[in-house]
C-alpha cells in the first residue's frame, strides 16, 4: 500500500507540474506586441506580473484538470521582466488511507517558461 501511495503522490506531482508548465508558458506570452524592446541582443518581449498573473488565472480558469483538487494559483510573476513563473498548489489524497499514510497532502508545483523570438 506504501508503494501505491508514493507512486499515486508521484504521479500527482506531475500532473500538478504539467499544469503549472502550460500556465507558465500562457503567460511567458502575455504581453502585448507594443511591449517588444529592441536589445543589443534582438527584439525581447517586457512581460509585466501583473500580465503574467492575469493570463495563468484565465488560463486555469479554462479548467486544464479538472480532477486537481483545491487548485490554486499560489504565486504568477515576472522576477526579470523576460521569463514567466507561475507557483501551484493543490491537494493529493492517497488512493487508500492506513495507519501509515496521511489522508491527504497538499502540494506544490513550480514552472518557468520565457518567450523569445527567434
Do not use: M
Amino acid at each position: 500500500l506504501l508503494v501505491t501511495a508514493a507512486t499515486s503522490l508521484y504521479l500527482e506531482k506531475k500532473r500538478l507540474f504539467t499544469v503549472a508548465d502550460g500556465a507558465a508558458l500562457v503567460g511567458a506570452e502575455a504581453f502585448e506586441l507594443d511591449a517588444v524592446a529592441l536589445t543589443p541582443d534582438g527584439l525581447r518581449p517586457v512581460l509585466a506580473s501583473d500580465d503574467v498573473a492575469d493570463a495563468a488565472a484565465a488560463y486555469l480558469a479554462g479548467n486544464p484538470a479538472p480532477d486537481l483538487e483545491a487548485l490554486t494559483l499560489e504565486r504568477a510573476f515576472t522576477a526579470d521582466g523576460r521569463s514567466a513563473t507561475v507557483t501551484l498548489a493543490s491537494t493529493w489524497h492517497p488512493p487508500v488511507v492506513t495507519i501509515f499514510v496521511p489522508e491527504g497532502l497538499r502540494i506544490e508545483a513550480t514552472a518557468t517558461a520565457r518567450s523569445v523570438f527567434g
